[in-house]
C-alpha cells in the first residue's frame, strides 16, 4: 500500500484537495482494503460494490458516509489507478438539504448571551457579524485581523478562494476583550495545546449547548448565524452582488436562496453592524 499511497497522495496534492480530504479518502481506500484484507489495486468492480453492499445492509452506514466513500474510491480508482470508470452497479441519491430555520435578532442576542465562554461567544459573534462558515472561523489566524483597515483576511476559503470581508466595529471591540483574556499566538481559537486550531466540533458542540440553554428551539446548527447575517444585512439593504462577494459565493444563484426570506430586499448598498444592533435592541420578552 506504501507505493500506492504515495502516488495517491501526489495525485490530491496536485488537485489541491485541503489536508482533511486527503485523510478522508486514504481513510475510505484503508477501510476497503482492510476488508477483503487484499491491496485495493487486487479488487474488482464487483468486490467494490460488495463492500457498499455490506456497509449499507450490514453495518447500516449512512448513505452520506456511503457517497463520500464513493467520492474517495473513485479518485483513486480513476486519477490513481486510471481506471477509465469505476462501476459498482448504484448510485447514492443525494439527500435533500434542509434549510435551518432563521434565526430572528432576538434569538441570535440570547444564543451569544448564553455561550459557554468568551472564547465561544467571540466565536459566535465573528459567525454571525461577519457571515463566516464555522471552518473559516476555525482556521483564523492573528494575522489575519486588519482591525485598523476593518477587514478580515478569509485564507483559502471553501473552493481555495481568499477574500476580505468587513470587520464591523463592535466585532473589533469584542475581539480587543478577547485578546486581552487569552493572549493567543498564531491561531484566534486555539485548541488546548496552543499550536493547532480549535476542532470545528468543538464549537459546533458549544453552540447547540447554548442554543438550548437559550431556549431556541428552531433546527439548524451553528451554520445558521451566517444564513442569519445574510438575510439581515438583506433586509437592511445591503446588494445581493455585494453579499455574494462577502460570504465567498461563486454563483449568484447561490446567494438568491437568501431572498425566500426577503421579498422586499432593498438596494441601499450598505452593511450594518449587526452585533451593534443587537446591543441596542433587548430580546423580545
Not at 20 to 39: E, M
Request: proline share 5%; with cysteine.
Amino acid at each position: 500500500m506504501s507505493e500506492l499511497r504515495k502516488a495517491m497522495n501526489d495525485q490530491m496534492l496536485l488537485k489541491g484537495f485541503s489536508e482533511r480530504t486527503q485523510k478522508s479518502y486514504l481513510a475510505a481506500v484503508r477501510l476497503l482494503a482492510q476488508h477483503y484484507h487484499l491491496p485495493p489495486d487486487k479488487l474488482s468492480h464487483e468486490d467494490i460494490q460488495n463492500w457498499f453492499l455490506y456497509l449499507l445492509k450490514e453495518r447500516h452506514v449512512a448513505p452520506a458516509t456511503c457517497r463520500a466513500y464513493l467520492h474517495a474510491l473513485r479518485f483513486f480508482y480513476c486519477h490513481v489507478l486510471h481506471w477509465k470508470k469505476l462501476n459498482t452497479g448504484f448510485s447514492i441519491p443525494k439527500k435533500k438539504q434542509q434549510i435551518p430555520d432563521l434565526l430572528s435578532p432576538s434569538d441570535v442576542h440570547l444564543i451569544i448571551e448564553n455561550a459557554a465562554s468568551l472564547k465561544y461567544r467571540t466565536a459566535f459573534i465573528i459567525c454571525y457579524t461577519c457571515g463566516l462558515r464555522l471552518s473559516e472561523v476555525t482556521s483564523l489566524e492573528i494575522a489575519h485581523i486588519h482591525s485598523e483597515e476593518h477587514y478580515l483576511q478569509i485564507v483559502q476559503g471553501k473552493g481555495f478562494k481568499d477574500r476580505n470581508v468587513p470587520l464591523p466595529l463592535s466585532t473589533i471591540q469584542t475581539l480587543r476583550e478577547y485578546w486581552q483574556a487569552y493572549r493567543p499566538k498564531r491561531f484566534l481559537f486555539p485548541n488546548r495545546d496552543g499550536y493547532k486550531p480549535i476542532s470545528v466540533a468543538s464549537i459546533q458542540k458549544s453552540f447547540t449547548q447554548s442554543k438550548s440553554r437559550a431556549g431556541i428551539t428552531k433546527n439548524g446548527g451553528i451554520h445558521g448565524l451566517r444564513h442569519a447575517f445574510a438575510t439581515h444585512q438583506l433586509r437592511a439593504g445591503m446588494p445581493i452582488h455585494q453579499l455574494k462577494t462577502i460570504l465567498g459565493h461563486t454563483d449568484l444563484k447561490t446567494t438568491e436562496r437568501y431572498l425566500h426570506w426577503c421579498p422586499q430586499s432593498g438596494e441601499g448598498g450598505r452593511s450594518i453592524d449587526l452585533l451593534q444592533d443587537l446591543l441596542e435592541e433587548k430580546p423580545d420578552e
